[in-house]
């Protein structure tokens, strides 16, 4: 395999092509299984463990498929990092394989550029499906990634140093402007800004990440009220941000850096670097948490979620390639494989399809089909169902090597 490009500088590209490699199955089991969790909510779950209070299997499983209220994390709130830090480990491979191709940095930036403002506007897209009008907003996972993309692209065509200069930055720059933005004060309406009356407020340094009273939704107040809406906006219900691209931004940073070390590797695994990092990056997470520095809050991206999760994603990461890769075990990761070379498919799939399947159920089955194993696990069946016809259309498409790029 040739020599990978990572220190040169874009004038040196052409010099050096890079040629293109096999797909690493270890990063399409992972992106499968990131997506897959996002599909899995059609289970359910918090219904079924509704339906037997005090089962603590169904409990457990309700708790990980589920966003905690604030600070901490499931296995849920891995999804939107683990997505993310992804499509900064994809990039080397796409670098290199459309420079392979006869790719040019001009084009190349223009279709960065172009991906970027079709990440937005599906974002907007989904979800104004069910709005009176187009529903501008800008938190969700697609939108998020759309708008930090041009500048993760042009990361990729600098040298590693610059990587990490950038995540300081970002990571030092938006921690201190949020600390610098004044918290409110005793008379303050938090009920007027959707925060609940029994919510647990922070005090000291960590009060500037409190919930729809922070630098991020002083922002949007502004921002989102510059586009037509059905009343004025005032806060997000459950506290989620425009600003949060920025930190997300580093989540694919931290993406990028993992990319780059595969490829550099290959077709080793750089295990004992991946696995430092994961540790190092979960350690300064809990570190800057509880010490009360900045708060671990996946909901408003805070700098120490970014470190967070950016750990937990490069220890998945070191999982699935020492499962796959160092120790060859490939087949049972095929369905994940099917899900996660279409991830933009499955993503659109499980947002526009899922109220037709299950209506198509209930018309052409009976409204009581899945009640088999009783009225309490219905939701689960039903799901498990539901689940079964997203992976099917996957899974068709990529017999016939239809795969949705963006």
Not at 144 to 165: A, E, K, S
């Amino acid at each position: 395999m040739a020599t990978v490009i990572q220190s040169d500088p874009v004038s040196q590209q052409s010099k050096r092509v890079p040629q293109p490699v096999a797909r690493n199955v270890a990063v399409d089991t992972y992106r499968g299984f990131v997506m897959f969790l996002m599909m899995a909510e059609v289970l359910q779950l918090s219904r079924v463990a509704a339906a037997f209070p005090g089962n603590w299997f169904w409990s457990f499983l309700a708790l990980n498929q589920t966003h905690v209220a604030w600070a901490g994390c499931s296995l849920h709130d891995t999804i939107q990092p683990g997505f993310s830090f992804l499509v900064g480990v994809a990039l080397p491979y796409s670098i290199a394989s459309r420079l392979a191709k006869g790719g040019t940095f001009g084009k190349m930036f223009g279709h960065a550029l172009w991906r970027s403002l079709l990440l937005v506007a599906l974002g907007v897209f989904l979800r104004s499906m069910h709005s009176t009008q187009t529903y501008f907003t800008f938190e969700d996972t697609l939108s998020q990634i759309g708008l930090g993309y041009p500048f993760l692209f042009l990361l990729g065509f600098r040298p590693p140093r610059w990587q990490w200069i950038a995540l300081t930055v970002i990571l030092t720059g938006y921690w201190l402007a949020w600390a610098l933005y004044p918290v409110p004060g005793p008379g303050f309406k938090w009920q007027a800004v959707s925060v609940p009356p029994d919510w647990h407020h922070y005090s000291g340094l960590a009060a500037h990440w409190d919930k729809n009273a922070n630098l991020g939704n002083a922002f949007d107040q502004w921002f989102l009220n510059l586009f037509p809406r059905v009343r004025p906006f005032v806060a997000n219900d459950g506290g989620y941000l425009t600003l949060s691209f920025i930190p997300t931004l580093g989540t694919m940073i931290l993406g990028l850096v993992a990319g780059r070390w595969l490829r550099a590797a290959s077709p080793r695994i750089p295990m004992k670097r991946l696995l430092l990092a994961g540790v190092i990056g979960i350690a300064a997470g809990l570190l800057l948490h509880f010490t009360g520095i900045c708060p671990v809050v996946k909901r408003i991206w805070t700098p120490s979620w970014t470190l967070f999760s950016g750990g937990v994603c490069f220890l998945f990461l070191a999982g699935f390639s020492w499962i796959v890769d160092v120790k060859g075990y490939r087949k049972w990761a095929f369905p994940l494989v099917v899900i996660g070379m279409n991830s933009i498919a499955a993503y659109m799939i499980a947002h526009l399809f899922e109220r037709f399947i299950v209506d198509s159920f209930r018309i052409n089955l009976g409204p009581h089909a899945f009640q088999i194993f009783g009225a309490g696990l219905e939701p689960f069946v039903q799901g498990t169902a539901v689940l079964l016809v997203f992976w099917v259309i996957l899974f068709w498409m990529y017999r016939r090597k239809l795969f949705l790029r963006v």
